[in-house]
T-cell receptor
């Protein structure tokens, strides 16, 4: 498996523009997580899905942020409109909620580095 | 909700010495405690994890201990090497649910 695939790897945009980050989880994983990493706030969980259903979005900072998972192999995180304080690295991660020894082990994608000017 | 505190925030050790990073958690129902290593510009990667039915787990030079009564767990790295230099994160979750991370420890191994 190619692991968790994120795109784009880098995005530079201007304040007010819409940003869409994409994620393809590991095949067979049934949980997907979006994290944001900044120096000030560390790794923050924004939202997670189980079996494509959003379970907890309490970490989504504002209504400007939205996330979808239309099927088991694709998720998006959208910011509209973007602001400079949204600049961060956004990680997608996936895991298997099964009962084996690898259950709940989180595998991260390479991240999307967002810069909002 | 779960809160994970991690100490120290930075740690410098001489090559060959041991390093210990400690974490405490707040939710007594948490039962899964992984440790991630993140090198500069890279993604966090799992290095070791422990589940609440064991007290200690070892993998070569790294080990993790768990004290459920006190709600704390620790990462031990022996015989440190320059390539161990990175940011280390502890985390806790109630199996299958969201993983809450500590703030991270910057480990510097001086050669």
């Amino acid at each position: 498996d190619a692991g968790v695939i994120q795109s784009p790897r880098h995005e530079v945009t201007e304040m007010g523009q819409e940003v869409t980050l994409r994620c393809k989880p590991i095949s067979g994983h049934n949980s997907l997580f979006w994290y944001r990493q900044t120096m000030m706030r560390g790794l923050e969980l924004l939202i997670y899905f189980n079996n494509n259903v959003p379970i907890d979005d309490s970490g989504m900072p504002e209504d400007r942020f939205s996330a979808k998972m239309p099927n088991a192999s694709f998720s998006t995180l959208k910011i509209q409109p973007s602001e400079p304080r949204d600049s961060a690295v956004y990680f997608c991660a996936s895991s298997d909620r099964g009962t084996g020894s690898g259950a709940n082990v989180l595998t991260f994608g390479a991240g999307s580095r967002l810069t909002v000017l | 909700g779960e809160n994970v505190e991690q100490h120290p925030s930075t740690l410098s050790v001489q090559e060959g010495d041991s390093a210990v990073i400690k974490c405490t958690y707040s939710d007594s129902a948490s039962n899964y405690f992984p440790w991630y290593k993140q090198e500069l510009g890279k993604r966090p990667q799992l290095i070791i994890d422990i589940r609440s039915n064991v007290g200690e787990k070892k993998d070569q030079r790294i080990a993790v201990t768990l004290n459920k009564t006190a709600k704390h767990f620790s990462l031990h790295i022996t015989e440190t090497q320059p390539e161990d230099s990175a940011v280390y994160f502890c985390a806790a979750s109630k199996g299958g649910n969201k993983l809450v991370f500590g703030a991270g420890t910057i480990l510097r191994v001086k050669s």
